[in-house]
Structure formats: structure tokens, C-alpha cells
């Protein structure tokens, strides 16, 4: 991944390598340079490299630097981001540092699993005649917590790189050995005068003036107890500190070097005693051409720890030969970071290991005089035990031994993974240089994890304590921390490890990132990390996310969300459903129950709750495996809108039902009649409602009577009295209609006492009744007095007024008993009946003879 991730969000710059990763096989995710953690590893080295670049630094130095100065810059938690991740450039690097740890330990990890047993070095024939670099080689192989204490020790050092480079500086104590040539010219010349005998640079300390070294061999500041010259004393300090940082960052190359160009062959020729000894024909090693190394570099490895001992020295030169020769005291003692300590102990651990199976191994280069190797002999050697030291053990002992391995109290020695959760447990109570706050940092405590294979365990721990984290943390950094998490479980999952962190838990920290990548608005990528979830909580999740959009927001953007789902392999219908449920679960309490019930008319404005139910549905409509469903909500929402009297509400959802859908009404009538059966009805009503509407914008067009004033052409009244007349017509005719068609009277209703209901069934049929018992006497009322009011301009409605009774009365039809409550408490029958005498009355009053007549 190259530079140009640095100008998207870190979250597309993750789901990019993420949804490319996804197909691969698992030796492809492992792979050493294009491997998904070493790829998430590179997006997180970009963006370090832009942060550190703008603070005027380059991309490593100034965050290592304060490691080593001991700072705890960053130790509390991740430092503050901007947008979606921020700059904090140390957090990148440890992000980064992070990835490459957890790739290079899963890639040991899984490849040491699925090989095969019989290869090990335990079972292999060994060579009698290999040498010392082979068999460490072989050694290592064949032991899985030695290859994982290498693999650990090999990143540590590649992140620990040096800081305090030196400049070369041709000349031997340049300033010393000029102090000591103007010493013998004075001497010389005092001599020339008659003075006793002078004693030369060979006399020492006591023939000297006391101040500074007499000689200029490598050992005579210790020797003598005595002092270069300032100039040379600082640089050889810091030439010696650079060495340490050279080699403690693997690269004894260049401190072999460095110490060649100045001028200090003797220390590379001492640093030279680490290099394991090979030479060709003795094994099947072919990295090599020409024999190399050190043959007794067991006895150059005490020596080592025996300079490491001695108190004259610099730290700094103690530290490098301690580095080498795997002692822990001197190391420990100039680690001032978190890392550095670590790598201490680790290097300790590792070098004692490799020493003391080598021993067990035996073979011609043992230096035991005791050894019964055949070829070897008791020329030269030397018995080491002579030579071994105290030093301090990785948890904190001495331990005569020399190898750094601490004891358990029964005497067992401890295994690899126990000294090593030591360790830690010790960094975490260091407080001296801020070594136990940079231990708390989240990605540090990380790293532990995945060192001790503990990241189920972590995750476990980890997902309880996100509800405090989103409260109680920066949002930047706890969005870069649940982003990693998500991540790390994704990569996990991609292994098919033997024994994966529980799906709970990913699922949750998954959620939590779902919602991050909605709050942060990256619409793209909800549904490729919804769907890593299980299929039930990546249907939930997704929905999540769709419930969230706007209402105003345009159809097709919703389409194409939707659609999303379906390019990342997420069940559309399941989503759109629950999307749908999620917000009827929501929004249905806020709309008035049925006792609270008030009619709208139909200029009435959509309140905030009802236009999000409406704009529910358009999620069904998107895909014609949810078209039923549409049908089945759509009643649902006209019962619960007639039900509490919006009726402008429940006319605008049924007229933008899309026509493709309610195409499908004969399909869906096949699978559940009822529910084909309820829409009709409801369109039914709103034809009558809408006619009964057309009616009264006519009517309210009504010529004026003539006056002085006014005068209406008699073609004109004629126009509109033929108007009135057709849609007078139209109304009463679909009104009537509805009346006859058993209005919402569905079939199952009849076997509803008798079938076992769900809750769901029971409400739909109180619903149904309770609609019946509100709009069938609506219905009545509209078509009696539109007939009423109309009768002095079309007199044949008044016969027609009078004739309704009749209709209402039908026991076909039974409709006079919506007019009366189920209690008996909303008896409207009263009313209507007020209503027809009144008629009746008028029309008596117009034309008795005639109305007997129209009545019979």
C-alpha cells in the first residue's frame, strides 16, 4: 500500500486491504510482503510518516527518542486525532510495530502447526560434524518458544533503531595520545638538563604526573584507573553507545563498521567473537562460501560477561558486550523504554537457552574439558563454570547460572511463556522512567497479548469495557481503538484458528465498529463490515444502519444502501425486513393509541413520526422478494393510522405504494389471501373518501344565488348542476359499494374465536372492529348528508336520503351495528337516526303527496 492512503480515511484505507484479503487462502494472509496485517502494518507507516513529517521530524526519529529519553509520551492511552484517526504519529508507529508482531508470531504460529512432526529436529538424523551456526539453526527450528523468543527479539529490534549516531572520527585517542608525545618532548628535555632519570610512557601511573592514562593500549584507562582526555572520553562514550544501539538493533555489520573506519579494529575484531562459527562440508548450510565465526565463542561469551562486571567501565561498553553475550544486569541498566527493557530481557532469555541446549547438545567445538565427544580432546579447553557470573535473572533474581533463567519455588526452572508473563509483570510495576505508564498504553498491552497468545482472553476483557470507553474516552481514540480491534478479530477469523475468540464477543466489538464507521458517515462501508458479523447480527447491524438515514434522503441513495448489503453477500429481504421492524419498534408509541382518537382531514401536515413510517416501507419496495411484505406493513400501518384517526396519513401511504407492487396482488392473494383482501378494502375507502372529496370542492363552487348584484347565466348553472350530478353519483356509488362489500370483514375474522391466535392476530381483528365501528357511520354520514345538502338542486336525492335506512338496517350486511360501541358507550345510531327524521320532516314539508309516493 503506498503513500496515497495517507489522503483517505484510515477506515477505507482497512477496508480496502480488508475486502481484497477476504478470498485468499490463508498462506496468502501470511505472506511476507503482502500479507493483510503486514498490509494494515503499511497503512498504518503512511500515515506515521505524514504525522511525523508535519511536525518538521522524520517519520521515526522523534517518537523513539522520547522512548529512549524515558518519556511517557503517549503512555496514558492514544494521543488525540483529527477526522478519522488523527495525527499522533507515535500511535501510528505502534499500531504499526503492532501488525507486524501479530503477523510474524500467527505466521509462526500457523506454520509450525501445519507442518509435519516428523520433520522436527528432534527426530532428524543429526550431522556429528555441523557446526556451531547450524546446529543453533536447527536448534531453533526444532524448538517452537526459542523461534518465537528469536521472532520477538528480531522485532523489537527493528523498532529500536539507532538514535545517537555518531560521527566516524579518523585517529586513536587523537587529543590523549597528543597529550602524551608533548609529555615525553618535556621529559626529554628536562632530562637533557641534568634532571634524574625520567621515567617514559612504559612506567605508568607512578612514574607519570597522575593526571591521565600513561599508555595508549585499549585497557590502560582500566589498568591505570586513570582518564583520557576530555575530548576523547565524550567521544569514546558516545561511540560506544552507538555501538550498543548498532548492535542491539541487529545490525552488528555496522557497528563492526563503524568501529573499523574509526580506527578501532581491536573493538571489531572483539565484536567479531558473536558471529556462530561455519565452515563449508561440515553441513548442508548454503548461505555461506567462506568459513566464518567464532569456534570458542563459548569462552569469548564469558569473557564478555565478565568485562559486563566491572565497575571501571563505561555503561555504555559494558551494555554492548552484555547485549552480545546475553547479560541482563548491564543491558537492563541502560534501558530506559518499555522496549529496550523488554528486548533486554528477552535477549537474555534467548541467548542463555541457546547456550545451555548447545552444552546439552555436545559436539566437537564444546570447550568442556570433560567432554566425551569423540574427536575432542582436553587441548585448550577450558572449563566454563570457572568463568560464570551472578547475574540477575529475567524476574529479577541472581542466579548463578549466568543463563537469566529465574526458578520456580519448587526448583523447576520456569518455561518461556511463564518468564515471559513475568517480564511483563514486572515492566508494569517499573515506574522509573515512566516505563509502567508506556506498559498501560493500549497497543503495548496488545503486544503482551499476542506475545503470551493471550487475545482471546484480552478481547474478552476488552468488549465489557467499550460502553465506558465511548463515554469516558476521547471519540478519536476510541474509534482507533475499537477500528484496530475490529481488524485484529477480521484477521483471526481469516486464520480459522483452532480456537477463535468467542463469536459473542467479535461480534460485539464488530457492532461497535459498525457504528463508528455511521457515525463518522462512511456510508460505503457499513455493509462490508456488517457483514463479517453472524448472519443474524449482521442482518441486525446493517438494519441498524439503515434505520439511521434520513428520511429526506433521496429514494435511489436508499436503493443503492440496500443494494449494498447485497454485494457483500447480506441477506437483502431479512435486512429490509428488519430495518422495517426496527423502526415500527421505534416510532408506533409516539402515534395516539385508540383512546386518544381525533380525525384528521386530509390537508393535514405528516408529523416527523408518521413520515418516518411511510418512508419505512420504501425499504420493501426495493426488491420483489419483500413486495408481500410491503403489502402485509402497508396494512399494518392503515389500521394503525385509521385506528387514531390519521387519515391524511394513511391516504399518502397507500397512493406512493409504487404500482410494481401492487401489481403483485394476485400473487400475493395465492400465498395469504386476507392480507390481498384488507389492501383492497383499504383502496376501496379511499376511492369513496376521495370522491366524497371532489364532491365537496364542487360543492363549495356552488353558483351564488341571484341578486341586485349578481347574475349567473343559466349555462353556467346548467354546467355545473350536470357536474354536481356526476360526481354526486360517483360518490354515492362508491360509498354504497364499500358498504356492500363487508367492509374489513375478512374471512379469518369468522375462525378467529375458535383458532388459536398469536398476539400480532388478536390485535389486527380489535384493530379491523375498531375501524369498522369509526368510519362505516363516517361513511353513512358522508353519503347522507351529500345527499341531503344536494337534495333542492337534485331532488331525486332526497328519495335517496330516505332509502339509506334501509341499507344500514340490511341484516345481510349488518351495519347498523357499527354504529353502537362494544359497550354500548358510542351509540351513534341515535345520531343518525336524528338525521333521518329531520329528512323525512323536509321532506313532508316540500311535498307530502310526493314523498309518500318516493317512501313506498
Known sequence: MDGSTASTSSFAAFAQALNQSKAQPVASLLDAQTGLAQVFASACSSRAAS????????????????????????????????????????????EEQTWNLIHLLYAERLQRASSDPSS???????????????????????????????????????????????EVRKGYW?????????????????????????????????????????ALDPDAPTREASALELEDGIYEKALNRTLFEYVRAGQLDAALDLARQSDRSWRAASLRGALLYWRPGLDDTQELTEPMGNENRALWKAVCRSICTRAALDEYEKALYGALSGDLRSVIHVSKSWETQLWAHVNARLEASIDAKLDARGAWWSQDADSTFPGTNDVGAVKLVELSIPSVGVDGVNSSSGDGAGKKAAGEPLTVAEELRNVFGRLGQTEQHGIQAQSNHPFRVVQKAVILDEVSELL????????????????????????????????????????????????????????????????????????SLGPESATESYAHYLKLMDVNEPLEHRRAALRRAEEHHLDVAAVARSTVAMIFDEVFPSIPSLSDFAMSSFEAGLSLGEERL?????????????????????????????????????????????????????????????????????????????????????????????SAHTRVSKMDTHAWTTALSNVVETARQSIVDVLEMDWLKIDGQADAAAAMLTIDDERRWVELARIRQIYVPELVFRLHHMLFDTSDVLPGNLA???????????????????????????????????FVRAAHLVGLDRDPDAFRLASD
Open 800 to 834: 335517496a336520503v330516505l332509502k339509506l335506512p334501509n341499507l344500514v338496517a340490511d341484516e345481510r350486511h349488518k351495519l347498523y351495528l357499527e354504529f353502537i360501541g362494544a359497550s354500548g358507550s358510542q351509540n351513534r345510531l341515535k345520531e343518525y337516526l336524528s
Open 460 to 531: 474478552i476483557h476488552v468488549e465489557p469495557k467499550l460502553a465506558e470507553m465511548r463515554v469516558t474516552a476521547a471519540p478519536q481514540q476510541y474509534a482507533r481503538l475499537v477500528r484496530f480491534f475490529a481488524h485484529l478479530i477480521l484477521f483471526l477469523r481469516l486464520l480459522r484458528l483452532e480456537r477463535p475468540p468467542p463469536d459473542v464477543v467479535c461480534n460485539s466489538i464488530l457492532r461497535a465498529y459498525v457504528e463508528i464507521l455511521e457515525g463518522y458517515g462512511e456510508d460505503d462501508l457499513v455493509a462490508l463490515y456488517a457483514s
Open 120 to 166: 522436527s529436529s528432534a527426530e532428524r538424523v543429526k550431522n556429528p560434524y555441523e557446526t556451531p551456526f547450524a546446529a543453533v539453526q536447527d536448534l531453533i527450528d526444532g524448538d517452537a518458544p526459542l523461534s518465537e523468543l528469536r521472532i520477538i527479539r528480531d522485532w523489537l529490534s527493528s523498532t529500536l533503531v539507532c538514535t545517537h549516531p555518531v
Open 174 to 214: 587523537p587529543f590523549t595520545k597528543n597529550r602524551l608525545r608533548n609529555d615525553k618532548r618535556t621529559t626529554s628535555t628536562s632530562s637533557g638538563r641534568g634532571g634524574s632519570a625520567g621515567k617514559g610512557l612504559g612506567l605508568g601511573k607512578a612514574g607519570g604526573t597522575g593526571k591521565g592514562i600513561r
Open 614 to 706: 411511510i418512508r419505512a416501507i420504501d425499504w420493501l419496495t426495493f426488491h420483489p422478494l419483500t413486495h408481500f411484505d410491503a403489502i402485509v406493513q402497508t396494512n399494518t400501518l392503515m389500521r394503525l393510522f385509521l385506528s387514531s384517526g390519521k387519515v391524511h396519513a394513511a391516504r399518502t401511504l397507500l397512493f406512493e405504494l409504487p404500482a410494481d407492487v401492487v401489481g403483485q396482488l394476485e400473487t400475493i392473494a395465492e400465498a395469504k389471501p386476507d392480507e390481498a383482501v384488507e389492501f383492497v378494502h383499504w383502496r376501496s375507502f379511499f376511492e369513496a373518501l376521495n370522491a366524497h372529496l371532489q364532491y365537496l370542492e364542487l360543492w363549495s363552487k356552488r353558483p351564488a344565488p341571484h
Open 51 to 94: 504525522a511525523l513529517s508535519g511536525m518538521g521530524v522524520g517519520p521515526r526519529t522523534i517518537g523513539f527518542l522520547d522512548r529512549e529519553r524515558g518519556t511517557a509520551a503517549g503512555g496514558e492511552g492514544v494521543g488525540g486525532e483529527n477526522d478519522d484517526d488523527g495525527d499522533d504519529g507515535e500511535a501510528w508507529e505502534l
